[in-house]
């Protein structure tokens, strides 16, 4: 369905004549932005090619359905370079966009945090400072209260003492059960991205191409209670990078997946981070310690309760 509407300071001219050139000079954007950002010409206007098909298809202005194509062309270039697109000669592999930022400004910031559930101790003064383009892993044994600190950062239940300092954009993805069976996966984009702000049908795009990214090609009519634990953990895992934030909080997002779908979470992870994200990652394999620039451990429950003493 067409909008028929024109953009802030489009001209008025023949017919939808000025639609037409806007469309235009929003792909020529991007595909310049694409090439700029080491993509080599004909990846880049393959790129633009099928960004356009996607657009047309869905009967959508590309502004409306992708968003600024320069924004837009900093995630496609992304993507494309985490799944092998050759980069331009000039860049040698060694563009700007491919190297990991040095850590920026505070996300998150946790000072002396003690919490509770009912009258029972939780969490003993946890102080730990999270940054953008950093991944921090969240260990400890079983009951030490990793699920309830990512509670408590998302702002779900409230630090019996101590400071939660929180960028105002986050996304959470929790371990699984926090979907609504009823709803289709589309209905679940369109909700979360109108909370962030997003439109409806940039929701379901953006969704389903993190989704595909997570080796799951989308069902978006089917109800989130018809999918698999695996499958329902990508929708979450989705969710909570739908809008791009400054910090995402991931509570063991690897749950219910397989060998493949694992690394493609991991080269996601990457890729946010490199984008300059901050994520704080609740785990317990070992093998993500590895991956992540800095490790907090939580001390167990009788430790707690002796170090409290």
């Known amino acids: 369905m067409s909008r028929g509407t024109s953009s802030p300071g489009s001209t008025g001219g023949a017919g939808g004549s000025a639609t037409g050139l ?3 000079a929003w792909y020529w954007s991007l595909a310049v932005e694409l090439r700029s950002r080491g993509l080599r010409p004909r990846e ?11 657009a047309e298809a869905a009967d959508l202005d590309p502004t409306v359905m992708f968003g600024p194509a320069v924004l837009y062309a900093r995630e496609l270039a992304s993507a494309l370079q985490d799944v092998g697109a050759p980069l331009d000669s000039a860049h040698d592999g060694t563009s700007e966009s491919s190297a990991p930022p040095q850590p920026g400004p505070v996300v998150l910031r946790l000072s002396g ?12 003064d946890i102080s730990l400072t999270l940054r953008r383009g950093e991944i921090v892993a969240v260990v400890g044994a079983n009951g030490a209260g990793k699920s309830t600190l990512l509670h408590v950062c998302a702002g779900l239940l409230p630090a019996s003492s101590g400071a939660v300092e929180r960028t105002a954009r986050f996304g959470y993805a929790p ?13 679940h984009l369109r909700l979360f991205g109108a909370v962030g702000g997003t439109g409806r049908a940039r929701s379901v795009s953006t969704g389903h191409r993190l989704l595909s990214r997570l080796g799951w090609s989308p069902e978006g009519a089917r109800p989130a209670g018809a999918l698999s634990g695996g499958t329902q953990q990508k929708l979450n895992v989705a969710l909570a990078q739908l809008d791009s934030p400054d910090l995402l909080l991931l509570d063991e997002p690897y749950q219910g ?4 779908a694992y690394e493609d979470l991991w080269t996601l992870i990457s890729s946010w981070r490199d984008s300059g994200a901050g994520v704080l990652l609740v785990t317990h394999l070992l093998r993500d310690v590895d991956l992540v620039d800095r490790v907090v451990e939580l001390p167990a429950p009788e430790q707690a309760s002796k170090e409290a003493a």
Request: hydrophobic letters at 45%.
């Open 44 to 54: 880049a206007e393959r790129a633009t090619a099928d960004t356009r098909a996607e």
């Open 175 to 187: 371990q699984q059960g926090a979907l609504a069976p009823l709803l289709t996966v589309d209905e």
């Open 113 to 124: 945090v003690s919490a509770r559930r009912g009258r029972r101790p939780v969490l003993r």
């Open 22 to 24: 806007d469309a235009a």
């Open 257 to 260: 997946f397989d060998a493949l």
